[in-house]
């Protein structure tokens, strides 16, 4: 039995412009897996039902419930395959390769209905500049097996670091999880109080943002951020939120966004990429949670000692 510790990993490269289009039709295949999540979960606050969970071969709905039992679809990005596996001992398997969001949607579409799973979706991409319904969609059809593979490498790497990072916090907070709408990795810890009304928000905004809150992630890159990053944001931000610093790597407040941002970059070529995404996580959810009054003592674990 090989008992040797595992060599610390090199954190990959990830530029944008490398694997955009690759992005872009990943993202809208991601979307389409999401919503027939979203559509036969049950609702749980924040629309935490919806997301996906980084696992040692991809990302995974985790178990979504149907016709006595349950079912679950894993986009695996060691083998280039999307899985669908029931508890009934059934599954299909579908290549992820260069084809068009249409091309997927109608394969996955059929694939879930052999399976005996009968559902339909709203086929409108969310969260994303001019969409293209997903039936419609031949524009998204690339698939670089390559840098979906570092993308899932990355979220291996980060998980862990967000993983203690929630244990250190004992009020509410999210799990580490993966937003389909966004293509973000999130983690997010409350105050415990409600937000203020948002005035004409829609009830995903609504419902999202019911309670004070600081959430910390990472996003692989989009306008006007073009390029991996990680970042940090106060809801509602409280006065002083953007005058706070953001760790000792050089992350910094974007107004327009506002939102503390890191560059991925800078925490791949740290000595300690783990010690400098942490450093960035307390430091940002420090100036969130000063400047908005919140109850630390009662809501960290206490240091072991």
């Known amino acids: 039995m090989n008992n040797q510790p595992i060599a610390n990993p090199e954190w990959p490269e990830l530029p944008l412009a490398a694997w955009q289009d ?15 999540r979203l559509a036969l979960s049950p609702p749980i606050n924040h629309w935490w039902q919806s997301t996906f969970y980084i ?22 990005f060691v ?14 398997t579908m290549a992820l390769q260069p084809r068009s969001v249409a091309n997927f ?10 399976l005996g799973i009968h559902i339909k979706i709203w086929t409108m991409p969310v969260e994303i500049p001019a969409p293209i319904a997903f039936d419609l969609d031949e524009q ?42 966004s293509c973000d990795l999130a983690l997010t810890r409350f105050s415990g109080k409600r937000a203020p009304e948002r005035p004409g ?31 940090c944001y106060a ?12 760790g000792k790597l050089g992350g910094y407040y974007h107004p327009e966004l506002h939102e503390f941002l ?29 400047a908005g009054k919140w109850d630390r003592t009662n809501l960290e674990r206490a240091a072991q000692k």
Not at 236 to 246: I, L, S, T
């Open 22 to 36: 690759t992005l872009a039709t990943l993202h809208m295949w991601m979307q389409i897996v999401g919503k027939v």
């Open 235 to 246: 809801a509602p931000e409280p006065p002083g939120f953007a005058d706070a610093g953001a």
């Open 79 to 92: 083998h280039h395959q999307l899985v669908i596996q029931t508890s009934h001992e059934t599954s299909r």
């Open 201 to 231: 928000a829609d009830a995903i905004t609504r419902e999202g943002y019911s309670h004070e809150l600081i959430s910390a992630g990472f996003w692989p890159g989009s306008a006007p951020f073009p390029e991996p990053a990680f970042y």
């Open 140 to 181: 998204h059809a690339s698939y670089d097996p390559e840098y979906a593979h570092r993308f899932w490498r990355i979220l291996t790497l980060v998980d862990p670091v967000f993983e203690e990072f929630r244990g250190r916090f004992i009020g509410k907070s999210s799990p580490v999880h993966v937003f389909w709408g």
């Open 262 to 290: 890191l560059r991925y970059e800078d925490v791949r070529k740290a000595a300690s990429p783990a010690a400098a995404l942490m450093d960035f996580l307390e430091s940002t959810y420090a100036a969130g949670a000063n």
């Open 105 to 114: 949607y109608q394969e996955f579409m059929s694939a879930l209905q052999a």
């Open 55 to 76: 696992n040692s071969t991809g990302l995974n709905t985790s178990e979504i419930p149907y016709a006595g039992g349950i079912f679950d679809v894993q986009f695996d």
